[in-house]
């Protein structure tokens, strides 16, 4: 998924602290909007982003759990600095990972330095200050200048002094903090100094606690990073020319109590004093000692965590289109009308569909369609979702009202062109809607270019059934497929382009494994006979199967138990004869136990965990969805040796005589062997699970490994 709205993102991963886990912790992030190549804290949108960037926005690694951030200061159409509060960084070398999203014009900045930062101020309300100390005729207040919302201090006479004291909230520590402030020196008294306090008491001297100092008063005009905790004090001092402008002062604590200060880009030097404090107020102390006028504007300060070293930055991803989209379409049934909600939203997966919802005439959509902003301003167009590279699956959705309460009729367009000539039909697994109303048939629709066929078959209840829809009649064909000819032309086989299922009531149906069953030569005979006719017990049976080159086919005729008067139970399987058999994969389970594996004739593999009785599918090695599937056998550890029952030629047994070995036997024969210590390798332990597919073509494994790792091997036989 992702936000809803936005076109373009990318991943960026940051690795913790050796320090330990930090969370609400802030990082800085450039972000440009031209070209470039991303670094560090710098990202660049490609020109995708709004020019003011407004449409910046960061989330969690889930990609929709918004982050709160803010924005320090931009260029248009160049770059911004954000300030993002990251919920967690795990210890190095663990990583976290968030997403940056832009591509969004309609979107506006939410930018937030309250809920950014531990302590934030804009300087724009005068009810949140107060004068702390002042001698003379000072003047403060709150206004604007060059644009900015500032607290203004002006001095404009001898000996005259204002420390200005912010009141809303208290810094309540000073070790592990990070502490910003924008200043503009717009005039300056050859003899005068201004102060940054972080955190200071009332009844503290002007230079009680850390600070960021500044002195004009003699001819070395100097910054002083100073640092006082319980009456033990220090400073660094450095040698810089009258600040003119606006700056950004910064100063970071760590544990240790080491200040580091820096304005803009230029070193302040570093002190330290070990010790915290429990409060203290934000201040700003502005003197001077001769006749003239000194004047600072305070634009911004912002108070966060720090911890040393800090977390880093690490790589980013390539940006992500909303062009891959995921879908869900809810409709709920209502008495009379239609009630449509559909949501759009990004994901990582394609999407390859388009879906229109229309009317087939004038009077058979008797609803309202309303589509809107996120914004819940009315929005009058016409929704179209579609991918940008050609589609291989369409879905179309129609709609439509009746006299005293809705139906809903839905098609599923599978559009790509398949070749049945060798097919007695096509088959599926259905999953009903359990709805009984009277309406309980599907129509199918198999289409090519000059004809089609159709057929019906009941809905039926909610759980997965096998219907197979053929060519001609049968004992297990649930319909039967009749000939649709277009302008004289029967259809034609070769080209089947379009396959639809219609239903017209409520509920919700699924489709899985759709398959088109292949015509087949095999040519046999069957002889059922009574040996006499004297009991109905005793029933011999002879059972002669030939291909068409008259050579043996290998096969097996089971007859279960539970015979009834008129019915025999039975299985027919055609053996192909297997002489070795290979690894395929291995899939690592880490440290959870499988105590129960099977596979099927597909090479499919399902495994179960006992401890937390979970099941898991695997194809091709690689893990699929818990879910959707009908059967599970489990094989638990500690039983004798294994034989597949469904592997009617084969007995697989365990030679004792070598760790992890195993012979293949048929027809009283050794034809293969598996040497599991060889094909894992040092990590073999012990066999848990096994068992072979019916047809006896795969071969799976669940493994114990010396390390602890819980393996599943699959063979394949040839």
């Not at 902003?373 to 009202?401: C, P, T, V, Y």
Request: hydrophobic share 35%.
């Amino acid at each position: 998924m992702g936000l809803i709205g936005w076109n373009v993102r990318k991943s960026h991963n940051i690795t913790g602290s050796p320090a330990g886990e930090q969370t609400d912790y802030q990082m800085k992030v450039t972000v440009y909007y031209g070209e470039g190549i991303d670094d560090d804290d710098d990202v660049y949108c490609s020109s995708k982003c709004k020019t003011d960037f407004g449409d910046i926005r960061f989330t969690e690694s889930d990609g929709e759990t918004e982050l709160d951030y803010w924005m320090q200061e931009k260029i248009d159409s160049d770059y911004a600095v954000f300030w993002v509060e990251i919920n967690t960084i795990p210890i190095d070398p663990g990583t976290a990972t968030i997403y940056i999203y832009y591509g969004n014009t309609s979107a506006t900045t939410t930018s937030s330095g309250d809920n950014t930062w531990i302590l934030f101020d804009e300087c724009d309300n005068a009810a949140e200050w107060s004068v702390d100390y002042t001698v003379g005729s000072p003047i403060w207040a709150i206004t604007t200048f060059d644009g900015c919302s500032v607290l203004s201090i002006l001095i404009n006479a001898h000996n005259e002094r204002l420390r200005m004291r912010w009141d809303t909230k208290e810094n309540t520590g000073r070790e592990n903090r990070r502490n910003l402030t924008r200043i503009n020196h717009s005039s300056w008294n050859a003899d005068a100094y201004f102060q940054y306090n972080p955190a200071m008491d009332a009844d503290d001297p002007p230079l009680g606690k850390d600070s960021v100092y500044y002195s004009s008063y003699s001819a070395n005009k100097y910054y002083r990073i100073y640092a006082s905790v319980f009456g033990v004090s220090d400073y660094v001092q450095t040698s810089l020319a009258l600040p003119s402008g606006w700056y950004v002062y910064e100063t970071t604590v760590n544990a240790d109590g080491k200040i580091v200060g820096q304005r803009d880009a230029t070193s302040l030097g570093d002190v330290t004093v070990d010790g915290d404090y429990a409060s203290g107020k934000v201040m700003y102390y502005l003197a001077q000692f001769n006749p003239g006028t000194s004047q600072i504007y305070v634009d911004w300060f912002a108070n966060g965590k720090y911890i040393d070293p800090e977390p880093t930055h690490g790589s980013w991803g390539d940006e992500e289109s909303s062009a891959d989209l995921f879908a869900k379409f809810t409709v709920p049934q209502g008495a009379e009308d239609l009630f449509a909600k559909f949501i759009v939203a990004q994901g990582v997966e394609d999407l390859l569909a388009k879906t229109i919802i229309r009317n087939t005439s004038s009077a058979d959509l008797l609803t309202k369609t309303i589509i809107r902003h996120a914004s819940s301003a009315d929005l009058l167009a016409k929704a179209i979702i579609r991918h940008n590279s050609s589609a291989d699956l369409f879905i179309k959705f129609e709609a439509r009202s009746f006299i005293h309460w809705a139906r809903l009729k839905c098609h599923f367009w599978v559009r790509r062109v398949y070749d049945l000539s060798h097919s007695d039909g096509i088959s599926f697994y259905w999953f009903g809607s359990d709805v009984v109303d009277g309406n309980q048939m599907i129509d199918f629709e198999m289409w090519s270019p000059t004809g089609g066929w159709v057929a019906k078959f009941p809905d039926g209840e909610a759980s997965w059934r096998w219907v197979f829809l053929a060519f001609r009649g049968g004992p297990l064909v649930s319909g039967v497929l009749r000939e649709v000819d277009i302008a004289g032309s029967r259809p034609d086989k070769s080209q089947i382009e379009k396959i639809l299922w219609t239903y017209y009531s409520k509920g919700v149906r699924r489709i899985d494994a759709i398959r088109a069953w292949r015509m087949c030569d095999l040519k046999a005979s069957l002889t059922v006979r009574h040996a006499s006719g004297a009991s109905s017990r005793n029933l011999f049976a002879k059972f002669e199967v030939r291909n068409v080159s008259s050579q043996d086919l290998p096969v097996h005729f089971r007859v279960a138990t539970g015979q009834g008067f008129n019915d025999l139970i039975a299985s027919f399987f055609v053996m192909v004869t297997y002489t070795s058999w290979s690894l395929v994969w291995t899939r690592d389970y880490d440290i959870v136990t499988l105590d129960g594996v099977y596979v099927d004739n597909l090479g499919g593999c399902y495994m179960t965990d006992d401890a937390s009785n979970t099941y898991f599918r695997s194809y091709a090695g690689v893990e699929a969805t818990r879910s959707d599937y009908d059967y599970f056998i489990q094989r638990r550890a500690g039983n004798p040796l294994v034989i597949s029952e469904g592997a009617i030629r084969y007995l697989l047994g365990e030679n004792e005589d070598v760790l992890g070995q195993f012979d293949i036997w048929r027809d009283g024969a050794i034809v293969s062997s598996i040497n599991l210590a060889t094909d894992l390798g040092a990590d073999y332990d012990s066999w848990s699970a096994i068992y072979m597919s019916d047809s006896g073509k795969y071969i799976a494994f669940a493994i114990e490994g010396l390390s602890g790792k819980n393996y599943v091997m699959l063979y394949e036989g040839s």
